[in-house]
């Protein structure tokens, strides 16, 4: 178990710093998204961004949602398979 905690210690520290130390570009947003609002208004206070809003929670939520299910699943077969060797051990 220690082990276990040390070496996720580490992975977190080395994530941590080469966030850090490597930069991402400002401007890495994809072709379509610029293209949207560009198209949306040519005035700044015209920009009407609620579809694009929209769209990014969506692609947010996705990931979270199939890895909770996964999660939730994967929990509820591990207490079942407990559940089981108990009732074994108990006859």
């Known amino acids: ?26 401007q890495a947003q994809c072709t379509l998204c610029k293209t949207q609002l560009v198209a949306g208004g040519k005035d700044k206070d015209s920009y009407d961004t609620t579809g694009l809003n929209k769209g990014i929670v969506y692609l947010m939520a996705i990931p979270y949602l199939l890895i ?17 060797k108990a009732a074994q051990d108990g006859l």
Do not use: D, I
Request: no cysteine.
């Open 1 to 26: 178990m220690k082990k276990f905690a040390v070496t996720g210690l580490l992975a977190l520290l080395v994530t941590l710093l080469l966030s850090v130390l490597v930069p991402a570009p400002a």
């Open 68 to 84: 909770g299910s996964v999660g939730f699943f994967w929990y509820r077969h591990t207490n079942q398979q407990k559940k089981k």
